[in-house]
C-alpha cells in the first residue's frame, strides 16, 4: 500500500522575480492602406496594466520579453495569494486566542 506523499512545498518567487499588474493583449489597426489588419487581422501588442500613484497605466511590452514579463506577472499573483492564504491563517489563529480568553 502506497503512503500518501506530503505536499511538496514550492518556494515563492523572489521579489526580483515579480511585476505587479496585469498582462492585457491589445489589439490595434495601423492605419497604412495596403496592411492586413484593415482586413480583421489586427496588430497584437502586450501591455502590463497597473495603477501607479493613484493613476491606471499601460506599459507596452517589446516582443521579446513577452514570455518573460508573463512569468513575472504569474509570480506577483503566486505571492499575491500566499500572502492572502497566510493572512487568512494569522487572523484565525488570532481569533482563536481572543476566544480562549472568553472562555476563560
Not at 512569468?71 to 487568512?88: F, P
Amino acid at each position: 500500500m502506497n503512503k500518501p506523499r506530503p505536499h511538496k512545498k514550492r518556494r515563492l518567487p523572489a521579489l526580483g522575480d515579480v511585476i505587479r499588474g496585469s498582462a492585457v493583449i491589445m489589439e490595434r489597426v495601423c492605419g497604412s492602406s495596403s496592411c492586413r489588419c484593415l482586413k480583421g487581422h489586427k496588430h497584437r501588442s502586450l501591455y502590463v496594466s497597473q495603477y501607479h500613484k493613484g493613476s491606471h497605466r499601460m506599459v507596452y511590452i517589446p516582443k521579446a520579453n513577452e514570455r518573460k514579463v508573463l512569468r513575472l506577472v504569474n509570480n506577483y499573483l503566486i505571492l499575491k495569494a500566499a500572502i492572502y492564504k497566510a493572512s487568512e491563517l494569522n487572523l484565525g489563529r488570532l481569533m482563536a486566542g481572543y476566544r480562549k480568553k472568553d472562555e476563560r
